[in-house]
């Protein structure tokens, strides 16, 4: 019989959703196809030498000159989609990922130091927070868009910029409830200093629902970037994400050239389900509520 | 009561002077205020001319209350492309938008009670959870891929529905409407339902759990009690309690529809305020884009101030919280 750890219960009570686990099972698949793209996939996107404008807009299973069969068909360039495809996955998931883990650190920080200051530095924080999430994040992302332009790090500010408010009220709120606790109130009789306080002793035990949003919120970020690259607002045209795949196609679907765009959906919509099922399971199972 | 409105005024004009700032700063700091605000066709002698003109070489505080002056009298600059007033054109846009954003919001309504009301009276059925799955995808699905696949299925397809634009329209007062006419109904129904699927998901479960919470009340039973029909008790005295935050939660998801209807145009290429922006961003049209971010925070802010007012007529205890 193992020991019964904080860790061990939680795996298994995650394991307990069966939906849950395929969610997971979906999108470390998604993930290990993005990050392995370069050795999967039989094409080089971005290599303008390997693409022929004469292979544009083949239908699935087409085989080429070269006597490659493109799978998903090619786009108007040419393209592999099925490599385009795990190209343009890598850079849903690296802007998703990597703006909702910024976002993550501002928006603890600003939380926390909202929570632990007190007085006019949480007025003013709490106040901008209420403020910006009176406006919905596309309108957001757009405003910042439209000053910034496009490229990749700018949509990774906007998103960082919508996401952090979504951070900073929850840790805030749950910092306030941690902070009455003995063991703060012990740590405090310690005299330790106060940033060990904060990140040794309060962090950790805020750190469930901040798990929960996290997760959350990178769906989210990876449905922005792609509505964003749709518009024309996101990431530049030399390295589509999802998004901008899916605009591509977008006028050669009309035509009945359904695959350009089809296909790419698919694999956002995979993605975005498969996160979220496994989010809504992590918020049950870290759900204090739900639970004493 | 007086002062709390006067002091929630009072903030609200301050969000709106913030705003502006925030939009100056991002237009005339970030940006090179010389390649926003004079057309890339002018040459030297007449850009020169025309940063004087404009008080370009004034210092940055001048030049800020030039802007806010301009804001004041409805004057954001002349559109490069248009060559018309940015905000006139704005406003020539906005009823496509608002035709579009309210069809939509009538339409989480009808699609959203009672598709909710069934879920919460057969939790545990087929058709129950059907519904309630189908609603986590209406929140999780990014509106623009659902917006391309109901013109690929009804418009490529099956050919039922026209794709894109606005159809025929009709002057009523002076504006072009669509819904005034079948032609331009059919062309509305895919964009609204397009942007109403969130609203939809959102009325949904509001309903749902609504009926559920209010199913085992009291006066619940009391009207069964009464031996009053079901659907007596079904469609006024439960339904009638459940209303109300749906209701309010819709009104207050008119502004994000509006917002919302930025991609639900450009997929549809529906002609209204959003396609504009877009439109303007791309072509690096920038008066309209300072316009478009002024009209929307205002519109914004004027809605939360509205709500917040209506909230604090209505319930006595934000009233009360307010005065103490």
Redesign the interface.
């Known amino acids: 019989m193992k020991e019964e750890t904080p860790f061990r219960r939680f795996v298994s009570e995650f394991a307990a959703s069966k939906v849950a686990l395929f969610g997971l099972a979906v999108f470390t698949t998604i993930a290990l196809l993005a990050i392995f793209a370069s050795v999967i996939a039989p094409q080089n996107p971005y290599d303008l030498a390997q693409l022929d404008i004469m292979d544009g807009r083949l239908p699935p299973g087409t085989k080429s000159a070269t006597g490659y069969t493109f799978l998903l068909g090619t786009d108007d360039q040419g393209r592999d989609m099925f490599s385009g495809m795990l190209y343009g996955l890598r850079i849903s998931l690296a802007v998703g990922v990597g703006s909702a883990l910024f976002a993550a650190v501002v928006g603890t920080s600003l939380g926390l130091f909202a929570a632990f200051l007190g007085g006019r530095a949480d007025t003013a924080i709490m106040r901008l927070v209420d ?1 910006q999430l ?3 994040s ?2 957001v992302a ?2 910042i ?4 332009g496009k490229g990749v790090m700018n949509v990774v500010m906007a998103l960082v910029i919508v996401e952090w408010a979504y951070y900073a009220r929850n840790v805030r709120a749950t910092a306030m409830v941690e902070r009455q606790r003995e063991y703060i109130e012990a740590a405090e009789c310690l005299a330790l200093p106060r940033w060990r306080v904060v990140f040794r002793h309060l962090l950790p035990n805020c750190l469930p629902p901040l798990i929960v949003i996290a997760t959350q919120q990178v ?1 989210r970020a990876i ?1 922005l970037e ?2 964003l690259s ?4 996101g990431v530049p045209i030399t390295e589509p994400s999802l ?1 901008l795949l ?1 605009a591509n196609g ?1 006028q050669y ?2 035509s ?1 050239k ?1 695959w350009i ?2 296909y790419p ?1 698919i694999t ?2 995979v993605t ?2 498969s996160i ?1 099922l496994v989010g809504d399971q992590l918020r049950d199972v870290l759900n204090p509520r739900l639970k004493r | 009561m007086i002062t709390w409105i006067l002091r929630r005024l009072f903030q609200s004009t301050f969000v709106v002077l913030a705003m502006t700032v925030i939009v100056f700063v991002g237009v005339h700091v970030i940006g090179n205020p010389v390649d926003i605000l004079i057309s890339p066709e002018a040459d030297q002698a007449e850009r020169a001319r025309i940063i004087a003109n404009m008080g370009l070489d004034q210092p940055l505080w001048k030049q800020y209350a030039y802007f806010l002056g301009g804001a004041l009298k409805g004057d954001l600059g002349r559109s490069f492309v248009f060559n018309e007033p940015a905000l006139k054109l704005i406003a020539q846009r906005m009823p496509a938008t608002l035709e579009l954003a309210v069809t939509a919001v009538l339409f989480s309504m009808t699609f959203g009670v009672p598709l909710g009301l069934y879920a919460g009276l057969k939790p545990d059925g087929f058709l129950g959870r059907t519904i309630m799955a189908g609603s986590i995808l209406g929140f999780s699905l990014p509106s623009f891929w659902v917006g391309l696949m109901l013109i690929m299925v009804f418009a490529v397809e099956l050919g039922v529905l026209p794709s894109t634009g606005r159809g025929t329209t009709e002057t009523l007062f002076g504006v072009p409407w669509s819904f005034l006419t079948w032609d331009g109904l059919r062309h509305m129904f895919m964009p609204a339902l397009n942007l109403s699927l969130f609203n939809i998901s959102l009325v949904l479960r509001l309903t749902r759990a609504g009926v559920r919470e209010t199913l085992p009340m009291d006066f619940v039973k009391f009207a069964r009690a009464k031996g009053l029909s079901p659907a007596r008790v079904i469609f006024v005295h439960v339904l009638k309690n459940i209303m109300i935050p749906v209701v309010t939660v819709l009104g207050l998801e008119l502004g994000s529809t509006i917002a919302f209807a930025v991609v639900t145009e450009s997929v549809f290429a529906w002609p209204g305020m959003g396609k504009l922006i877009i439109d303007s961003i791309n072509v690096l049209d920038r008066p309209v884009i300072v316009a478009y971010l002024m009209m929307i925070v205002m519109l914004f802010i004027t809605i939360n101030l509205v709500v917040d007012i209506l909230y604090m007529i209505l319930d006595p205890r934000v009233r009360l919280g307010g005065k103490s």
Not at chain 1, 145 to 148: H, I, K, Q, Y
Not at chain 1, 230 to 233: P, Q, R, S, T, V
Request: proline share 3%.
């Open positions: 403020l009176s406006f919905p596309i309108l757009l405003m868009l439209a000053v910034l769906a449905a792609a509505t749709f518009l024309g607002l998004g899916i977008y679907m009309l009945g359904y765009s089809f959906g956002l919509l975005i389900v979220n």
